[in-house]
C-alpha cells in the first residue's frame, strides 16, 4: 500500500526557514516523480516542486524559486522541501504527492504559517 507522509510544517516569522519532509512507503521510491503542492486558505492547489527518484532533475514553481530546494534521499524514502526566505504568501498546507501506476497518492499535508 502506498503511503506519505508529510512533516515539518510549523510557525516561521518572515525570513525564515522550513525543511518539509514526505516519508514514503509502498513503491519503489527511486522510479517515480515526487512533488510538491500546496494549497493557501481559501485557494486552489498550486504546484509547487517536483524531483525524479533519481533526484538528477528538479523544477520549481516561480514563486518559489531561488527560495526553495527539493531533495531526495532514496534509503530513507524521503522526499525534502527546504524553505528559506519565507513569505506570509507561502501560508499554506503543503502536501506531497506521487502519481504511482496511473493513481495520484496524496500525504496528510502539513501547515506552514508564515507570520509575525
Known amino acids: 500500500e502506498v503511503q506519505l507522509v508529510e512533516s515539518g510544517g510549523g510557525l516561521v516569522q518572515p525570513g525564515g526557514s522550513l525543511r518539509l519532509s514526505c516519508a514514503a512507503s509502498g513503491f519503489t521510491f527511486s522510479n517515480y516523480y515526487m512533488t510538491w503542492v500546496r494549497q493557501a486558505p481559501g485557494q486552489g492547489l498550486e504546484w509547487v516542486s517536483d524531483i525524479n527518484g533519481g533526484g538528477g532533475t528538479t523544477r520549481y514553481a516561480d514563486s518559489v524559486k531561488g527560495r526553495f530546494t527539493i531533495s531526495i534521499d532514496n534509503a530513507k524514502n524521503t522526499v525534502y522541501l527546504q524553505m528559506s526566505s519565507l513569505k506570509p504568501e507561502d501560508t499554506a498546507v503543503y502536501y506531497c504527492?506521487?502519481?504511482?501506476?496511473?493513481?495520484?497518492?496524496w500525504g496528510q499535508g502539513t501547515q506552514v504559517t508564515v507570520s509575525s
Open positions: 504527492n506521487v502519481d504511482y501506476i496511473q493513481r495520484l497518492y
